[in-house]
C-alpha cells in the first residue's frame, strides 16, 4: 500500500518535499508518478518517472520547479517541490504504474493510488 506524506502549509515562494513509501518493494519495482486534485478541480498529472529512472515526465505547469526522484534502498519516491504558488494547492497522491515505461507521458497506466496529503500554499 502506498502512502504519501510530507504535505502541510507553507508560504508561496517556499519549498516542500513530499514522500510516497510502500511496506513492499512496489516503489523499487515500478514506475512512479505524482498527481493532485485541488480543491473543484479534477486530479491533475504532476510528474512521474520510469522504473529505471531514465524517462522523467513533467507537467507544464511545474516544470523547472518540480524534480521527481526516487530512493529504492529506502522504497520511496520523493517530489522536490520549489518556488510554491498558491496554485500548487491540492491534495497530492502517489502512484505506481501497470508498465515500467507510463503510458501518455505519465498519464495514463496507473495501476495503484496512494493515500494523498494536502499541500496549501498561503499567498
Known amino acids: 500500500q502506498l502512502q504519501a506524506y510530507g504535505g502541510g502549509l507553507v508560504q508561496a515562494g517556499g519549498s516542500l518535499r513530499l514522500s510516497c513509501a510502500a511496506s513492499d518493494r512496489t516503489v523499487s519495482n515500478n514506475a512512479m508518478g505524482w498527481f493532485r486534485q485541488a480543491p473543484g478541480k479534477e486530479r491533475e498529472f504532476v510528474a512521474a518517472m520510469s522504473w529505471r529512472g531514465e524517462y522523467l515526465y513533467y507537467a507544464d505547469s511545474v516544470k523547472g520547479r518540480v524534480t521527481i526522484s526516487r530512493d529504492s534502498a529506502k522504497n520511496t519516491v520523493y517530489l522536490q517541490m520549489n518556488s510554491l504558488t498558491p496554485e500548487d494547492t491540492a491534495v497530492y497522491y502517489c502512484?505506481?504504474?501497470?508498465?515500467?515505461?507510463?503510458?501518455?507521458?505519465?498519464?495514463?497506466?496507473?495501476?495503484?493510488w496512494g493515500k494523498g496529503t494536502l499541500v496549501t500554499v498561503s499567498s
Open positions: 502512484a505506481s504504474y501497470l508498465k515500467s515505461v507510463p503510458g501518455n507521458s505519465g498519464r495514463s497506466g496507473m495501476r495503484a
